[in-house]
């Protein structure tokens, strides 16, 4: 087995090849936790901030003791919350499905079932 390493240009970032996006993205989080993570319209959001926020989604998760296989529908607008949602769902090793809340009622229910 080799040891496959992944780099981010010019960033000085490296790392295991395997590395999940939530490991990825909790390290980017440790190693600038003050930075801005996400910026949307006029409010901005911290690494620390999003990792926390995200963190609260995924221990509520995982107190439900989902199955891995399930998928957990984001019916959000364009926002830091649908963020932090998708986040906290991937760290809790479960699937999300974006759901756009223009859609008919009828067209989100049929996508639900």
Do not use: H, W
């Not at 984001?74 to 974006?98: H, N, T, W, Y």
């Amino acid at each position: 087995m080799t040891n496959s390493t992944f780099d981010v240009p010019n960033s000085g970032v490296t790392g295991p090849a395997y590395a999940s996006f939530p490991r990825q993205f909790e390290s980017q989080a440790e190693r600038t936790p003050d930075s801005v993570a996400v910026e949307f319209e006029d409010r901005k959001i911290t690494y620390r901030e999003l990792n926390e926020s995200a963190n609260r989604i995924a221990y509520k998760l995982l107190a439900l003791d989902l199955p891995s296989e399930t998928r957990i529908g984001i019916c959000l607008d364009r926002s830091i919350e649908a963020i932090q949602s998708m986040i906290g769902i991937l760290k809790a090793g479960l699937a999300f499905v974006p759901l756009d809340p223009e859609f008919p009622a009828e067209r989100l229910e049929y996508i639900v079932e």
